[in-house]
């Protein structure tokens, strides 16, 4: 080595000691502004990322760059897991960087989980990204409105969109973990839903301390709880079961209890078979033991929404009171609404004037997420769960439409549209979000029109001519259902879905009035979906026109009666029978087709409510005939599978 080259490494040696210096000198006052700028909690009990934080700013560099370069290389390789440790390496050596949490569980959330390739892999990754942002980026940068728009992003497009090819799996884990914690809230009223969310509201917490899920349950809180001497004794007996507080009550509870929120979701009742199963459900559901039982069952569900998703019921139940909507916290779109609502808080939506142009932008989102998870729940709200025995983290679960989020939606649309009107100094009609809210309103106007709910869909057609200026054409009519007839006629090139989900629509809902004995309803509905159908086959094409009102109806009639859960209803067997019976022969003829099959479960159904299937669902007059049509029908269409297809019939009483 040459004395030239020694002393030009002498040189750069000390020029990168000044730089580390120097950048050290630097690191102080940048991280003590950003503490300033997002009110940054630093972690007393993590000594780890005291260490970390520590280290001089000039030497974190070299580390960080170092580890991104080996990710990249692991990402390459396959090594998934050793990447993740290095990126929350990174992460934790700048904690006070929110745009650094969210780069990398954004690759966490939307890359990684698609590079691999079963539900319970992608579920993983979702997870842990939700994680890294929920639970130690949010904490570190409590300010950091970023944060709250990533994870509320996350949820809504992530889980509760559709975007990745196996979202229905997402759906269903997050469902699982929510019914499994909250159960399913009540099919009734909002003032219901949110009725049933108070106890867990207001049971106590202690909020001086961060939620974390080293401890599920908060000693401080639990002693109080134990102060009643009714839970305590529950405890005392649960203890004996050796049934711990906290997740082991949880899974108990769920596998026998009775109460409807729980055993509603059951295919079959639960059947306890040793012993000790036998005295964990007598336990689990002692009447005796009922007010202690509720009152531990709602501290629990606070405490592992307060440590687990460190979530506040206090706000989740605020959220539903002030916008009075009844959100299911199984749907991601209610999660998605929780985050987006609570990082606007933390600013103040009318206290935007001082705050940088990307912190204005971040509350506009989080505002957009609002908007747009509650217009996705009025059309995919209403959740109807049940176990799966095939395969317990994956229940089956389906959405249907839930008006009940109707007003909710139009008053926060109204809400941020007066905000931004003001803001620019423009007319109501002119804002920002006026054109999302007019078409919001003009779809839910058909839907009302369609579920007979006439004078809801007239107050929101009328406050759509009047203040957002509609007129000519459809608008001219003063009747919100001759609009929706103007929309489908002038339009049906554009509308054969339109004109399909208003005609099953207005069936199911006269089929559900026969169930309660409202002949009324049945037909004012039947005749509105007659209407429908005879203006769109009148306009569209033979190969587009719908079939006769009775084979539509008969399929939603089969469905009603089989599965009413699949729609979103709880109909009773009797009312399932009495629907039948009400029904047209038409769609008797098509609905016996499936109810009296010979791998029908109908019977079975009936016997084990003591109910005579013969005469709950009688065999409708021509059925005989009717049966050999459709059965020619598919020899024609398939003669290689007549065999297989064609319909078999138990002789009633079998």
Known sequence: MTERTIKSQAIWLAAGAVLLTLAGLVSAPLTVACKKDYRITVDQDNPEMGLLTAIPGGLRVPVIVWNQIQIDERKNAGKQYDAVQRAELICRLMPYFPSIWTFYANDMIWNRSVQTRTPDERWMWIANGIRLLRDEAMPRNPRAVLLFKELSWAYCQKIGGSSDDMHYFYKQRLAKE?????????????????????????????????????????????????????????????????????????????????????????????????????????????????????????????????????????????????????FDWRNAFSHGFYWAYLGNQIIGESNIAGLSDSMQMNLLNNERHQLSSIRELTWEGRMTYRENPRSANYPDIWFNVDVRYVQPAHDLHVYFNTLQARATKVQLDQAQIADGHANYLTTAVELLVALNKAPEAQKYYDYLRETYKRAGGCWDEKD????????????????????????????????????????????????????????????????????????????????????????????????RSAMYRSAPLGMQLRAYLEIGHARSPMPRLCKAEGIDFAKAFPVPEGFGEYQEKMNRLIQQQKPADKDARQYEFKKPGD
């Open 178 to 326: 929510m019914q499994d914690l909250l159960g399913s809230p009540p099919s009734g009223s909002t003032a219901d839903v949110i009725a049933a969310f108070g106890p867990v509201a207001q049971a106590q917490i202690d909020r001086n301390l961060p939620g974390s899920d080293r401890q599920i349950i908060q000693e401080k809180p639990l002693k109080e709880l134990l102060k009643d001497p009714a839970a305590a004794q529950y405890v005392s007996l649960l203890a004996g079961q050796n049934i711990a507080l906290g997740r082991p009550f949880l899974n108990a509870y769920n596998r026998f209890t009775l109460d409807e929120p729980v055993a509603a979701t059951r295919y079959l009742p639960a059947e306890p078979k040793t012993d000790r199963d036998k005295k964990l459900s007598e336990l689990v559901n002692s009447p005796e033991h009922a007010r202690a039982r509720a009152k531990i069952l709602a501290f629990l569900r606070a405490q592992m929404l307060w440590n687990v998703y460190k979530m506040d019921p206090a706000v989740m139940f605020d959220l539903m009171k002030k916008h009075n909507a009844p």
């Open 480 to 575: 919100a259902r001759d609009f929706v007839i103007y929309r489908l006629v002038n339009n049906f090139e554009m509308y054969d879905s339109f004109a399909k989900m208003e005609i099953e629509a207005s069936l199911m809902t006269a089929l559900v009035a026969l169930a309660r004995g409202d002949s009324q309803s049945y037909g004012s509905m039947y005749y509105f979906a007659q209407r429908v159908q005879q203006t769109w086959n009148k306009k569209s094409a033979d190969r587009m026109k719908f079939p006769p009102l009775e084979l539509i109806g008969g399929a939603m009639l089969t469905g009603l009666v089989m599965q009413p859960y699949v729609f979103g209803y709880e109909i009773s067997l009797p009312n």
